[in-house]
């Protein structure tokens, strides 16, 4: 995903943007923010103060070494690799949960390494929608075909920047991760779903494929008795300990 003019025209239209504001005041009164990018990949997400110290952690060393903003890379496994010391002020978890064989175990990992006033970032698919069922029932390599086809990118799946596997738990549905955060003492600060940014940028390229998932939305609806709007295909969660 890369941020050019269609990624700042969908901030925009989907309110993607109000993480960086909810972010930039949970840290706006502390000097020095202590970050870690949980399953950083080899780019950041957010922008952080200049003299915030960031540290990422990831299970491949190819993507760390090509991350350029971090001051501490650690090879490892969110769901395993011990967090408890870190105090970080800020944990930002972004499409990586659903990778995961244990989500919950790197849920966890990530309240026992927060500072005492500090905050987490989960950006993430929901499982109820188009896009969320799409990557839990399709196999990966239908994932790769779909990026080269629909999108034209040749690189996935030759090289170590995805799409990857997902098993996609059912403990990470929006409102799962949301109530486990909360039971462990958090408070919600920031929670929304929209449109993901390839169903969106699909539907702004082709009228067919926009009257395609808007259909398919309505049908949803209607079966669901309007509990389900297929076409949210993400959600953001930030909580905190204030």
Not at 5 to 23: F, P, R
Not at 72 to 87: A, F, P
Not at 93 to 105: D, N, W
Request: hydrophobic share 40%.
């Amino acid at each position: 995903m890369t941020k050019d003019g269609s990624w700042e025209l969908y901030c925009k239209e989907t309110q993607a943007s109000k993480i960086q504001e909810t972010v930039d005041k949970l840290l706006a009164a502390v000097p020095s923010p202590k970050i870690l990018e949980a399953g950083c990949g080899s780019a950041s997400h957010l922008n952080f103060k200049p003299n915030s110290r960031i540290s990422g952690i990831d299970i491949s060393q190819e993507q760390l070494n090509r991350n350029n903003v971090l001051a501490e890379r650690i090879l490892g496994d969110i769901q395993t690799y011990d967090l408890s010391g870190g105090n970080y002020d800020l944990i930002v978890c972004r499409f990586v949960l659903e990778h995961l064989s244990e989500p919950e175990k790197a849920l966890s990992n990530f309240v026992r390494g927060l500072s005492s006033n500090g905050a987490i970032v989960i950006v993430a698919p929901n499982l109820f929608s188009i896009e969320g069922s799409a990557s839990k029932f399709t196999p990966h390599w239908f994932h790769v075909f779909l990026c080269h086809l629909l999108f034209g990118d040749k690189r996935t799946g030759n090289t170590d920047e995805g799409p990857f596997p997902t098993p996609f738990r059912f403990s990470i549905t929006p409102g799962r991760v949301k109530s486990l955060l909360e039971y462990n003492g958090l408070k919600t600060q920031y929670f929304h779903l929209y449109e993901g940014y390839r169903l969106w940028l699909l539907c702004k390229r082709s009228i067919f494929m926009k009257v395609i998932f808007k259909t398919t939305r309505s049908l949803i609806k209607m079966l669901t008795l309007g509990k389900c709007d297929a076409l949210l295909g993400t959600y953001v969660i930030v909580v905190s300990k204030v």
